[in-house]
């Protein structure tokens, strides 16, 4: 070898990327990336939403509303009783609490006078 001749680099030694070690490498990190996903979901709770639900047993009649983001009520009417009570219950709090608690005859409309 000349020494005006510069040494020639070293050959690349890694071995070509076969269809097996590709196909390994993407479902490896597929699966990375739904591993992850369902680590996040995880932790996030899933509200249960009951607005506009109601039902009948009995003589009692349940009906539920949503007051604001924070708060759901539940309204409980027992008929024969002619009451009514409204419990709200606070996400923020977890806490179910009488909100109200009302005569059904009083709120009955009268007749007009003719």
Known sequence: MPASASPSPAPDVRPPLDRDTFVAGVLTITAAVLLAAFLINLNRPTPAYAIG?????????????QVNQTQ????????????????GYDFS?????????????????KPPNK
């Open 93 to 109: 709090r977890r806490l179910l609490t009488p909100l109200a608690v009302m005569d059904l005859q009083t709120l009955q409309r």
């Open 72 to 87: 759901e009520a539940i309204t409980v009417i027992d008929s024969p009783a002619q009451r009514m009570v409204i419990y």
């Open 53 to 65: 639900q109601n039902a009948a047993g009995g003589d009692y009649v349940l009906l539920t509303n």
